[in-house]
């Protein structure tokens, strides 16, 4: 099972830019089999999907953030990124990581909080 911890977020005023990352508990060659990914979830609202990234480094992103945030992969070191820019009171939330086997297992992060306010 492997082990997943979020780090980068924080408080921004809108237009800002933060850069979330993910680290995973596992060998390179293990993490660069798993598809990755960011959710997040506002108070109030369910889970849903910001980005994610497979093994081939294809890329899917929701609508909302699309052109604005940007997902990455560095299996050498085993970590997941989220460059998040212009960023919008709308993006506040507890983003979470998510790491996908082909199998369908499926392992969380503790989350993170981002705020974007003035």
């Known amino acids: 099972q492997v082990q997943l911890v979020e780090s980068g977020a924080g408080l921004v005023q809108p237009g800002g830019s933060l850069r979330l990352s993910c680290a995973a508990s596992?060998?390179?060659?293990?993490?660069?089999?798993?598809?990755m990914g960011w959710y997040r979830q506002a108070p109030g609202r369910q889970r849903e999907l910001v980005a994610s990234?497979?093994?081939?480094?294809?890329?899917n992103y929701a609508d909302s953030v699309k052109g604005r945030f940007a997902i990455s992969r560095d299996n050498a070191k085993r970590t997941v990124y989220l460059q998040m820019n212009s960023l919008k009171p709308e993006d506040t939330a507890v983003y979470y990581c998510?790491?996908?086997?082909?199998?369908?297992?499926?392992?969380w992060g503790q989350g993170t909080q981002v705020t974007v306010s003035s």
């Open positions: 998510n790491a996908a086997w082909p199998s369908g297992t499926s392992n």
């Open positions: 596992v060998s390179s060659n293990i993490f660069s089999i798993y598809t």
């Open positions: 990234i497979t093994s081939a480094s294809n890329t």
